[in-house]
């Protein structure tokens, strides 16, 4: 036994060496933490040694495949791994911030065992920083994660972790119930995986039996740890079961116990990674030297925990070390004690800074709330006495104030409802006064050339004879389309057209449109050029699109110059397809496009072989178009170079009817 004691006092007096190298693994820390927060290049070099070096350290799964190949599984891990090694580090706050975004990732992307130990690793950050309120939700999380996954390890820790809660509020009771309940739980659980969760939670619960003054229960609990942890458990372990030990000794004044607890502690704990355990043991010796009035041995292991929590930034544990040493020097060495103090208040600022940077937000939305909440209160009161009456009042005059909207919102549509009418009836009055104009003009036509032929047909020889009937036959053709388009046209305001769409080839249609202009196309030597795929399926009305096809070539023809050629594109997209009609003939100027689909203003003008126009068959094309959905743009570099019409229909097997066509786009002639 002396030489055992002889081996604990001579690591203390190593343990200066050893806070270098603490230290060194600290800078090392915080190396990778600005290179994780670097550049892309920087922050994978950084993950990647993170992850190699302390992932097993904090007994982190790592998947090696999928952190070669996903970059972000990879940072999102680091960023936990390193988070863990802040937290045992005492930097709160930077593990904190580090742990926000491993939490979103993991919880999104629904990893329950990475996403659990983020949520617990966060919810111990707030636990330390004081945020105690802030770590319910995060612990309550974590339970749900842990029952939806059926893992009763996990449902053991999140009840270990609300025990952890209320012990440091100091509300032993509370937090005897949740580690009464995992302990239960945790005698039931596979034997693998049992005994360090066991040991974790006796330990546990003899820290809130020391809370509560109850040393002896605490005293059976921890007899229980000890003797599960002495057969197999971890160093760290072993290390604080024994440091527990001392604490229940020195609780009962058993100090001979309470020294050899300490110092078997003290010799298990330099066989960990993690020095916390060290710093804690260190203290608890300086607290026994002083309960048996050895102050200056009780000051030399408060300076060696002191010096050591220095090395590991443990600022928590350097308040309540700095406290304690202010005890012992306080009647002693005053000045000393003084500046002891200065510390203790020092870090207590500091941790509290931390605290409140990450509370501020919060705070001051709570603060504008609750103001808000008062400044209304003080008016109610301030009203009570009248409020019946102003509210009678207020509900008056807003009645009236609806009542007057409503009128006066009734009175301007039917004022715009009369406009709108009279403009209709004015525009279709206009429109049929020009259709009857251009029906007459077809009549006169005929009736002059029957008149022509009668008159000279004595002295008329066959050649001339049957250049009168082409002409007639011309003028009667314009009047046959003319009435055609009109009664179409008519037919679809009153609804008389049915809409009846199915699937078919517009190949097919095409190719059928332009042997029906074959005979026209020659007779003018005008080229028709087709351009489409051999199948192409379109859900529409087939007569329909039948109809725009055909007006749309007879009028590029019919304003086409000889000898030139008329082009038919059909393009099928992901989502729609179209169909365009492009001439070289006389074009449209920018005036006459933006009088398109207007019928009291149609664009009427003649075609390159005195043609007629009556400007209803785009008018038609445009309605036909609206009834399938389909939308209708012209396109004319100016008079002379030619115009282009595309049709764009959606592929679809929905009706679309009634959905407008682009404004100014669709073109009579």
Request: with cysteine; aromatic share 8%; net charge neutral.
């Amino acid at each position: 036994m002396k030489q055992f004691y002889l081996f604990v006092l001579g690591g203390l007096f190593v343990i200066s060496g050893i806070t270098s190298g603490v230290a060194k693994a600290s800078d090392e820390l915080y190396a990778l933490l600005h290179e994780l927060r670097s550049n892309n290049l920087g922050r994978w070099e950084a993950s990647r040694t993170i992850l190699h070096d302390y992932a097993d350290t904090y007994n982190i799964a790592v998947d090696s495949l999928r952190a070669n190949t996903d970059s972000t599984y990879t940072y999102s891990l680091a960023r936990l791994v390193l988070a863990q090694a802040l937290h045992e580090q005492g930097d709160y706050s930077s593990s904190t911030q580090l742990c926000n975004g491993a939490i979103n990732y993991f919880y999104d992307g629904q990893d329950t065992i990475h996403a659990f130990t983020s949520l617990v690793l966060q919810s111990s950050n707030f636990i330390q920083l004081g945020l105690s309120a802030d770590a319910v939700p995060l612990i309550v999380k974590s339970q749900a994660l842990a029952s939806a996954a059926a893992d009763s390890v996990l449902q053991v820790r999140a009840l270990a972790m609300m025990g952890a809660l209320y012990l440091s509020v100091n509300k032993p009771d509370a937090s005897m119930v949740y580690i009464a309940e995992a302990i239960e739980q945790c005698r039931h659980i596979r034997r693998e995986f049992h005994d360090k969760l066991l040991t974790d939670l006796l330990c546990q619960q003899c820290e809130a039996y020391l809370q509560l003054g109850n040393a002896e229960q605490g005293l059976v609990s921890l007899t229980e740890a000890i003797e599960m942890g002495d057969e197999n458990a971890a160093w760290q372990v072993r290390s604080k079961t024994h440091r527990l030990l001392g604490d229940v000794y020195l609780a009962l004044h058993r100090y001979p116990k309470a020294e050899q607890a300490y110092l078997e502690a003290l010799y298990l704990s330099q066989q960990e990674v993690n020095l916390t355990q060290r710093v804690y043991i260190l203290r608890q010796l300086g607290e026994l030297r002083a309960s048996q009035s050895r102050h200056k041995d009780a000051l030399v292991y408060n300076t060696h925990a002191l010096h050591l929590a220095d090395s590991l930034r443990l600022a928590g544990l350097q308040r309540s070390i700095l406290w304690q040493r202010y005890q012992f020097t306080r009647e002693q060495d005053p000045a000393e004690a003084l500046k002891n103090l200065e510390r203790h208040i020092y870090l207590g600022d500091s941790l509290v800074h931390s605290a409140i940077q990450t509370k501020l937000s919060v705070l001051h939305e709570r603060y504008e709330r609750q103001l808000r909440e008062q400044q209304i209160q003080v008016q109610r009161l301030q009203i009570s006495r009248d409020r019946y009456a102003k509210l009678i009042l207020g509900a008056s005059i807003f009645l009236l104030f609806i009542l007057s909207g409503l009128l006066y919102w009734l009175t301007r549509q039917r004022k715009k409802r009369l406009r709108y009418m009279e403009d209709i009836n004015l525009s279709k009055n206009r429109f049929f006064s020009i259709i009857s104009h251009d029906a007459k003009n077809h009549a006169i036509a005929i009736q002059m050339v029957l008149g022509q032929l009668l008159t000279y047909y004595p002295s008329l020889t066959s050649e001339q004879i049957k250049e009168f009937l082409v002409q007639l036959k011309s003028a009667a053709d314009m009047q046959i389309e003319f009435l055609l388009n009109l009664l179409n046209w008519a037919r679809l305001q009153l609804d008389a057209i049915p809409y009846r769409p199915v699937p078919f080839n517009v190949t097919e249609l095409v190719h059928k449109n332009a042997t029906f202009f074959a005979l026209s196309l020659s007779n003018k030597s005008i080229g028709l050029a087709i351009e489409c795929p051999e199948e192409v399926e379109l859900y529409a009305d087939r007569d329909m699109v039948d109809v725009i096809l055909r007006n749309l070539l007879s009028n590029a023809i019919k304003f086409s110059h000889p000898n030139s050629t008329i082009d038919i594109i059909v393009r099928q997209e992901a989502h729609s397809v179209s169909l365009e009609v492009r001439d070289r003939g006389m074009g449209m100027t920018s005036e006459q496009i933006a009088k398109i689909g207007r019928i009291e203003q149609r664009i009427l003008h003649t075609g390159t072989r005195g043609e007629k126009g009556s400007g209803l068959g785009l008018i038609l094309c445009m309605s036909l178009a609206r009834t399938n959905g389909a939308t209708i743009d012209v396109e004319s570099e100016g008079q002379g170079k030619g115009t282009r019409v595309t049709v764009q229909f959606a592929v679809s097997r929905k009706k679309i009817k009634g959905e407008g066509v682009r404004d100014g786009k669709d073109s009579g002639s």
